[in-house]
C-alpha cells in the first residue's frame, strides 16, 4: 500500500463499525447457553469468541485486504505488512460466559514504525484504537494525533496525585507464577489507595483510565491484543502506558496511569 493511498481517517471507521457489529452479537447472547471450545483452570475460550472473531476479519478484510492480521489465534496475511489490524473479538472471556455483562470488543491498527520510542518489540506501533463495551453502549475510539473520545466526546485521565485518592483497578493473568506475584502486591497496595477493583476485562480497565474513573490498571502477563487498543486510548487522554516486555511472544506486564502515580504504584512488573 503506498502511503498516500492510506486513509487512517477511513480505516477507522472500519473498525468502529466491525466492533459495533461484534458487540451486537455479543449483546444478543449474554444470557444465552455458550458453547465452550476449551477451558483451564483461570480461563474460557467460547465459539462466539471464533464468530465475532469472523465477523471483524470478515468485514476488515473486505475492505482493507492488504492488512494482516493479529489476534489469539495467530496473524494472518503478510506478517511484515505495514500495517496490521490487532484484535481480540471478547475481552473479558469468563466475565461473558458467566452472564457478567463487563467486556468489550478491542480492535487496534498498528503501523511498522522502526525506531519509535511507543512501540512494541516488533516495532509496530498503534495508531487507532477501539474499545466497544456493548452493555454499556459506550464506544471509547482515539486515532494518531486526535483526542480519546467516548460516545464521540473527549475524555481525560484523572488529576489525582496522592495514592489515597486513587482508584486502581488490578487484572490476574492465567498462570499461577503471575498470581502468586500480584496477590501479595494488591494486598499491600490495597492499605495505601481508596480502593482495589478486579473488573475482569484489561481493554475496559485500561480505557477507564482513559475516562479517569480509575487512576491506574495494573496487570503481569497480557497479551498484546489485551492492551494494543486501550492502552493507546487512555494515552491519547494524557495518560502514561507503561508496558515491559515478559517472556512469551506478545506478552507483556502493564502499568497504566493518569501519569501522576506511576511511581508510588512499585507495580510488580
Known amino acids: 500500500m503506498k502511503q498516500d493511498a492510506f486513509n487512517l481517517r477511513k480505516a477507522h471507521r472500519a473498525s468502529i463499525a466491525a466492533a459495533l457489529r461484534a458487540g451486537a452479537l455479543m449483546k444478543a447472547n449474554l444470557h444465552r447457553p455458550k458453547k465452550q471450545n476449551a477451558v483451564t483452570c483461570h480461563d474460557i475460550k467460547l465459539e462466539l469468541d471464533v464468530r465475532c472473531q469472523k465477523i471483524i476479519e470478515t468485514d476488515l478484510g473486505r475492505s482493507f485486504p492488504e492488512m494482516a492480521i493479529l489476534g489469539e489465534e495467530g496473524i494472518s496475511g503478510d506478517a511484515k505488512a505495514r500495517f496490521r489490524w490487532v484484535i481480540d473479538p471478547i475481552d473479558g472471556t469468563v466475565n461473558f460466559s458467566y452472564g457478567i455483562p463487563h467486556a468489550a470488543v478491542s480492535i487496534a491498527l498498528q503501523e511498522y514504525q522502526p525506531g519509535k520510542k511507543a512501540s512494541f518489540e516488533d516495532s509496530y ?3 487507532s484504537g477501539v474499545v466497544y463495551d456493548p452493555f454499556c453502549s459506550e464506544l471509547w475510539t482515539a486515532m494518531a494525533a486526535k483526542p480519546a473520545l ?6 481525560r485521565v484523572s488529576r489525582h496525585t496522592e495514592l489515597r485518592e486513587t482508584v486502581v483497578s488490578i487484572g490476574f493473568a ?8 500480584s496477590m501479595p502486591y494488591m494486598l499491600r497496595l490495597a492499605r495505601r489507595v481508596r480502593k482495589i477493583r478486579i473488573m475482569g476485562s484489561a481493554a475496559l480497565g485500561l480505557v477507564y483510565v482513559a475516562g479517569g474513573r480509575f487512576d491506574a490498571y495494573v496487570e503481569r502477563g497480557l497479551q498484546l491484543w489485551d492492551i494494543a487498543a486501550g492502552g493507546f486510548i487512555a494515552e491519547s487522554a494524557g495518560g502514561e502506558f507503561y508496558r515491559d516486555k515478559i ?3 506478545h506478552s507483556y506486564s502493564v502499568v497504566c496511569t493518569n501519569g501522576r502515580i506511576r511511581s508510588k504504584l512499585r507495580a510488580p512488573i
Open 247 to 249: 517472556r512469551g511472544k
Open 125 to 127: 506501533a498503534t495508531i
Open 150 to 155: 467516548l460516545n464521540g466526546k473527549p475524555v
Open 174 to 181: 492465567k498462570t499461577s507464577t503471575n498470581i502468586s506475584k
